[in-house]
């Protein structure tokens, strides 16, 4: 049997201080029922941790880092606040083949905008109206086990097109609004070895994480976006001076010109 | 008849300083002999101006770059001298619709990195190989005018697999070199509203922009990268606070949430 | 200046006859209504001729198929009755490099399940609800010209997912419906030479042909699906017994195992 | 523990009956050697049978296509003797989620022109030249197990591009030809719920099935193409008369419309 996927679910943490509501419905935290999600679906397939903003390198050592499959990633108000080393260090680690799951608001985090290139900017409204979340990828594994072509949520806050985001490698989900908008709502790219999936329930006012079939999703992606490839990948832009086949001209190369 | 397309060449323009071969091979800087190849086979259809780096703001004032539909990318040696805000300042002109056109070793500048997210890294080796450029995409309007399934530059710089970009949007051509590598050599992908073409050849001392085909591209996909669309977007991240259709549930926003 | 487009509207031309509904919205038949909205865009940029299922060979010679650049193509309740050999011409034609835009009902249609490879199934309701048809990639030529970042019809047969399809090389819209659906709207793809658009506004008992936009993306689709690169490309499968680069092994072929 | 893989292997099975060179080269055919590489590598995980044109119904009878989660298929000199009945029925299970897996010569097979909808035409040598198949996208779970970024095969049949097929929704492998030519060597599409991989190497009369890095990928691909979600898709064109929310409009439907 393989080893269990090493997860990270990495949170902000930040509004169950702030907000009596917040901490009402996530009384440990958002991450801690989002660990229990992951758990609850993948089982022995799955270690997972926890790390958040305040803790020293936002919890997200060289140890830790190198120690993580996939990424779980949850921020709104204080994105501004993760240190842009910690940033490469994630992207490095994206690039060499870590996972990364970008929930809701997570889709103006530092870390999805270096991966994406673009702002990651959508319209948005609160109104707690309600959202039915299409599955146009029914035989992707990030929709194994839902048990409908659709599945709602009650009480959401809207995000809308236009979605800023590269076209996606493969889309699964797209979200209709009672009020009139939809949403490109998940989202699926590969960069460098890393997969990469974006998810967009999960405010922190509504009981989101404690949906099933959002539950269902994030662990599906988890397990999707864990490495499942061993092939070496060089990202050291290596010169190679023996070729493969014979090459006729002789040259002699100015290397000056390669000295930066 | 439609505006002509406004065209800025941007180039490092630091080996023509430093090296003789190069010098004599483009006394008056590599920037010159692309322009004079998207004027030969654009003609009326566009305006052409330089940037180069030593310039003040790299030449690329806010006044040159609003007036840019369209640029072009050359650099090598200096990519990290390039300023971080003229990056941002570019990067924000290509969401907003302005065309990019990378060359050849511009595939580890700043602005490339920036849009795509990943390492740009690649195999190298100067051998002054033969290089075949095959088109696997003939009726993309970049392969307009090309005489045949291929074309072959006879001594090049060879540039490998792996290359860490995102997998292109569409994918125009795939070079074979002599020494045994492969390379996705002309890759397109859009961003926000501007679109972005990578087109591999161009070394500094053998004489790439002379080449027809060469050219004929460079042409062709200043051409296609050229805005063509007025539809409006928006990269602001609006609060809609009107719904288009109505909303059932009563809500009461808590607007510290939404704060940062 | 380039040659015009020649364009061809095909049109099953059915409803018109049997309908009255359908004859005192469209008196001359959609397919001059479609004609009509080309023009009122594209001007002297096309030609546009029509074609119907009933005349001879469905209006679809070998001379007008020479001649087409660019076919739109509505059907609806006589798919089956478009025979296959010119099915096997359009199909031809569009690997050659003719554009096709498929519209509303005939994502059912022969040509496009055989251009696509799939069922084209669809969920749908005709109920005169609303839609709001959002752009998703507002610098794509296909939105060109439209005010805003969506635009709505009144009243709609409702198409919704899951829309059996391959996904799309670019997605332009995303249509949301009153009843709680979204659909990918505005899809596009390419096949051999040829760029394919499908538009899923257009029921045949709402006046959908005469809305500003609907024709404003029908002009610009058929200007977007024109072929624009001369390129040769070989689908005749050629054995190429001279390399292009030397081969070091002897070898003798057993010419009987290719024989078939 | 997840229930096997069931595989079937499928093999026109003609070249080993019709040339002794073929037949020294794979004695009890090439479709056992293919079983057992896949056996090899992924042991309990899979159950094989193989399935050849000149048994009833191919082989493929309604029994063991509804007992089959992923196919593999080569054919080469009777791609014609295959029946569209049994054409229709490979397709139907692939949108409803079985995987196909095509090899070498089997681009030119009805089920894959059918699902992909191009000629899948390409040039051809057969010179016993060297291939250097490169992995672009090491990430990929059918490139796992690769040691080096690339691998070769010492004599080949050479594919070469133009390869008439759909962009691939992602690309695994390029690979370099001795005489000069490049190929798409490993594509992915999604079909419905199925996945589908084409795989260039496979020459009857080179030992290319016994080649290690071959029979990797190859038992890769099974496994990449086993299905892995139970989400249900509709590809039944169902009328959706309730809607999930209220539509304003009061309509009547004209049901003569909807008849055909």
Known sequence: MSNPIRVTV?????????????????PDGMHMVMKAAIEEYLGAQVVVRTATLDEPEHGLTDEVLADTDVMTWWGHCAHAEVKDEIVDKVQKRVLEGMGLIV??????SKILKRLLGTTCSLRWREAAEREIIWCVNGGHPIADGLEDEKFELEHTEMYGEYFDIPAPDEQVFISWFEGGEVFRSGNCWTRGKGRIFYFRPGHETFPIYYNKNVRRVLANSVKWAAPRSSAPVRLDAPCIKEPLAPIAAKHEVDQSLHEH
């Open 10 to 26: 990495w949170h902000e943490y930040r509004h169950e201080h702030t907000s009596d509501e917040v901490k009402k419905l996530y």
């Open 103 to 108: 929930l809701h608001s997570g889709h103006y």
